[in-house]
């Protein structure tokens, strides 16, 4: 009797045990699915998004939330303890939309991560809210003021406001959305500074950027390790506008190669170093003055744009 009941034992035990197999196997298959979406998605690692699968049982909707609230988690902790590490690396990203400009300096410790698409996307999306924030404070004031016309201005965006400004995709403020990168990364990042431009509706602007690939965001933003942006007048109505703008985009790139410090020579910027002095850097037969003479336009503003140390 008592062998008896340990073969049943035995038995139970070997049919448990094969259920159990069975079961754990077609879950692991599902995972393995699953994970590779959840991967996809959010671009966690595979160790995390196998942890927090597991931990909601397959729920990726759980599981991405709980992804997102530990980044941001670990990304406050890593980001305080990663402060003080040099970034001498990033991009600076340019955004053009209608007659505003955005332009933006972004930071990262190696130029591997300034390569990443998480990174790019970060200036990208960065750019992004800074024109948005410009467009805004210009239609509040033009609900106030009775004139509708946008003039020619630039302007450094002050650093609360570009902690405090919202995400253009996400429900999040910039700084949060870095901090949940970092936490990701792995490695210390800053969004240094910003500057916003409005002009008037009939100038034409030409923007460009050198170095870091010419990556080019999906909203838009062109980022690099430098970037130029020119903005012309048309002297009459009566002129070639695409012309116009190739040839600020032209002006834009050599205004990156040339680096003109002074929009005109003075008592203490050389005819060398002023942009309507230099000669033309696509074409060293004409100055940057006699461009625009024979083409009918005026130099409103020019930036160039790089990283800082």
């Known amino acids: 009797m008592a062998s008896i009941l340990r073969q049943r034992k035995v038995l139970h035990g070997f049919l448990n045990n ?14 393995k699915q699953q994970l ?3 991967r996809k998605k959010t671009g966690y690692s595979f160790t995390k998004c196998n942890e927090a699968m597991k ?6 909707e759980k599981a991405e939330i709980w992804l997102h609230q530990q980044a941001e988690k670990e990304g406050w902790a890593k980001a305080k303890k990663l ?13 053009t939309e209608q007659n505003y400009i955005a332009l933006v300096e972004v930071a990262c410790e190696t130029d591997f991560v300034a390569r990443n698409e998480l990174f790019t996307e970060l200036v990208g999306s960065t750019a992004q809210s800074v024109l ?13 003021s ?22 253009p995709s996400l429900d999040v403020t ?35 950027t050198h170095g870091g690939n010419n990556t080019v965001t999906s909203n838009g933003s062109l980022l690099g390790k430098f970037a130029g942006v020119v903005v012309l007048k048309p002297k009459t109505t009566d002129v070639d506008v695409e012309n ?44 940057v003055a006699e461009l625009l003479n024979q083409n009918q336009a005026d130099v409103v503003d020019f930036i160039r744009y790089g990283l800082t140390s």
């Open 18 to 31: 094969h259920r159990c197999f069975s079961t754990n196997s077609i879950l692991n298959a599902i995972n």
């Open 36 to 38: 590779t979406t959840l």
């Open 55 to 60: 931990l909601y049982e397959n729920d990726m």
């Open 83 to 95: 402060q003080s590490r040099s970034t001498s690396e990033g991009l600076v990203g340019v955004l």
């Open 132 to 144: 948005k924030f410009r467009q805004k404070v210009i239609e509040q004031n033009m609900k106030v």
């Open 146 to 167: 009775s004139n509708q016309e946008i003039t020619h201005l630039r302007e450094m965006v002050l650093e609360h406001d570009l902690k405090e400004m919202k995400h």
């Open 174 to 208: 910039l700084e949060e959305h870095l901090v949940q990168l970092v936490g990701k990364i792995g490695e210390n990042m800053k969004i240094k500074r910003a500057l916003a431009m409005t002009t008037n509706q009939e100038n034409i602007i030409g923007v460009s």
């Open 244 to 287: 116009l703008k190739k040839i600020a985009r032209d002006l834009s790139q050599h205004v990156i190669g040339m680096n003109p410090i002074a929009l005109q020579p003075s008592n203490d910027v050389s005819k060398e170093e002023s942009l309507l002095g230099q000669e033309f850097l696509l074409n060293d037969k004409v100055t």
